[in-house]
Structures are given as structure tokens and as C-alpha cells.
């Protein structure tokens, strides 16, 4: 298991233990010509801990056992390239949300969502909005501003279940 990996699993329960059975299914890593259409789609050079995380797996979906007995398809957790390029950019453009301003979303990668990209995190580029290169800030679909969430994207992923 690799570095991602294993901060994934850290402390989480084993799949027979899980609450409500979530079950996780992580996306085969990306192709390097993958992580070159995002940087293209983006218009930014990717940071070596997000590139490094999705060479390791592109993408991490989740279903429940509630799920999985009604034949629900899995729902994405951490972004695959496809989502992080294409799909989050669209719903931003689109969701009638406050939003942070656009020059301050193009400083921020966004990996990782909940509720149908509602609530997104993301690793900052440089600087934005009070908050230094590398950290991972959360973009709450109700404040629509850039909230604290963790010091860098490993410590996000090993900390935040």
C-alpha cells in the first residue's frame, strides 16, 4: 500500500466494522498524460502532493450498505481527474452559490467533495484569502467563502474522515 494509501486508512474502521458499511473503491492510478489534460483544463501546475496522490489512485468513490441494497452507484469522494477538471469547474460556473472571487478559486485545486459538490476542499496553489501554498481549505456551499480545514493535503486525508 502506498503513502496515500495508507493515510486513508489510517484510523478508519475495517469494512466489516464501518458504521453503515461504507465501502470504498479507489480509481486505477493516472496516467501521466491524465494529470497533463488537468493541468491543461486548469490552466495551472498541479502540486506534487496532488499529482503524487492521484499517480497513487485517481479518485476514491464510497457507497453504504443502504446503498449497495438499493443499487445506488457510488458516489465520489476524493476527485478523479475527470471531475477535478471538468466537472467541478462546471458546477462552479453554475450552481448559483456564493462563491469566493474567481481570481481566488484559480488558486485552489479543489480533491475532495460532499453532497453533490456542495461542500469541496481543495489544496491552495499560493497564497489566497489569508491562507499559505499547500494548505487545504474547505469551500462551504452556504458561507461561500474559503474556510481552514488542514496544513497540508496529507494531514487532510489521514485526519478528516
Known amino acids: ?9 489510517h484510523g478508519r474502521p475495517s469494512k466489516g466494522d464501518s458504521k453503515y458499511g461504507v465501502e470504498y473503491t479507489f480509481g486505477p492510478p493516472a496516467t501521466k498524460e491524465q494529470l497533463a489534460a488537468v493541468e491543461a483544463a486548469l490552466g495551472v501546475k498541479l502540486p506534487a502532493d496532488v499529482s ?24 465520489i469522494l476524493f476527485l478523479d481527474t475527470k471531475h ?9 460556473r453554475t450552481c ?3 462563491l469566493p472571487p474567481e481570481d481566488d478559486l484559480k488558486k485552489v485545486v479543489f480533491v475532495r467533495q460532499s453532497n453533490g459538490f456542495a461542500d469541496l476542499w481543495g489544496v491552495c496553489l499560493k497564497g489566497v484569502a489569508g491562507f499559505r501554498a499547500g494548505e487545504v481549505v474547505k469551500l462551504d456551499h452556504e458561507v ?3 474556510e481552514d480545514c488542514a496544513n497540508s493535503l496529507y494531514e487532510f486525508i489521514r485526519d478528516h474522515k
Open 1 to 9: 500500500m502506498g503513502k496515500w494509501r495508507n493515510a486513508f486508512e
Open 52 to 75: 503524487q496522490l492521484l499517480s497513487e489512485f485517481n479518485g476514491v468513490w464510497f457507497t453504504t450498505e443502504v446503498d449497495r441494497r438499493e443499487g445506488y452507484e457510488p458516489s
Open 84 to 92: 477535478m477538471s471538468v466537472e467541478v469547474p462546471e458546477y462552479l
Open 96 to 98: 448559483g452559490n456564493p
Open 144 to 146: 461561500g467563502e474559503l
